[in-house]
């Protein structure tokens, strides 16, 4: 639970017919530093598969509070959720089972993550959720990937994501008096659109080395033949779309997927949604479905 007054005067505005219902509590376990500190707010425990299983609106209301922009975004899954048992119907369903803890089986499966940004901010946003489900070392087992639509800005982006991860991450780790071997490889990754679609091509779709296949990259982006995620005939073929791919390729919120990269794109996942919506909103979406999605 976040909290903060969401009213100027810090009232609080009963929703309708809430007295005769139930808070429905989740609890992110938010972490809130010093008030000087320069570390970010984190969270003890990532939105589960589950986090909706016993959620009955017709007895439970939920009441969300806000004290960052990091807060929403990581919300952002469970108002997705939300919106789509609302569509679904009101009686509760059944979820796979909580698996937050990444089995070696799991990383093995684990798709390399591409998301295109245009935004510092958006960048510290990414790192602080990849962060959310397993710490410093999950950057590398995620396989994150940051593109920018030039060389230069990927230079700077990787500066500011080093710079990022410095000052925020490595000293809460010190405060915490844990071990500051990072290993090499712990670096975000950040490319051109040239270099990225070399990076589909020689990784994924046609890999170098030997006893590796080649998969399939997934546009996550609105698209007349992408498999919807949601409440719908196709949402469960989505969802383990989502789970075997070889990467993931989230596009600019400016103008989509490059077509460099959508010409190695051979099948699409879409948000149901009437528009397209914030890059980071869309990877938080991506990344909760990616991380519970069991692989077997």
């Not at 510290?124 to 994150?144: E, F, H, K, P, T």
Request: glycine share 4%; with cysteine; charged share 20%.
């Amino acid at each position: 639970h976040d909290y903060e007054d969401y009213h100027d005067d810090g009232s609080s505005k009963r929703l309708p017919n809430e007295q005769s219902r139930l808070p429905f509590h989740m609890d992110l376990g938010i972490i809130v530093q010093e008030p000087n500190s320069v570390v970010p707010p984190s969270i003890d425990n990532p939105l589960t598969y589950d986090c909706l299983e016993n959620f009955d609106p017709t007895q439970y209301y939920i009441s969300l509070y806000v004290i960052t922009r990091m807060c929403t975004v990581r919300l952002t899954p469970l108002l997705y959720q939300l919106s789509q048992r609302l569509l679904g119907g009101d009686a509760p369903t059944t979820t796979q089972p909580t698996n937050t803890s990444i089995s070696p089986q799991q990383q093995r499966h684990s798709p390399l993550i591409m998301v295109c940004l245009e935004k510092i901010a958006n960048l510290y946003r990414v790192i602080m959720l990849v962060r959310d489900y397993g710490g410093l070392s999950s950057l590398a087992q995620r396989n994150l990937v940051v593109v920018c639509k030039s060389k230069s800005t990927a230079k700077r982006f990787h500066s500011e994501a080093q710079t990022f991860i410095s000052k925020n991450f490595l000293l809460e780790e010190k405060e915490r008096g844990e071990s500051l071997l990072v290993p090499p490889h712990f670096v975000v990754r950040v490319v051109s659109i040239e270099e990225a679609r070399e990076i589909l091509v020689n990784d994924i779709v046609n890999p170098s080395q030997q006893h590796q296949h080649s998969e399939v990259v997934i546009g996550f982006d609105l698209h007349e033949r992408a498999q919807t995620l949601g409440h719908c005939d196709d949402a469960n073929h989505a969802k383990v779309m989502l789970g075997t791919a070889g990467a993931v390729v989230l596009g600019y919120e400016s103008d989509g997927i490059p077509e460099k990269l959508q010409q190695v794109v051979s099948q699409y996942v879409q948000i149901q949604s009437r528009t397209s919506v914030n890059v980071v909103a869309a990877f938080s979406i991506a990344l909760h479905e990616i991380i519970m999605n069991d692989p077997c």
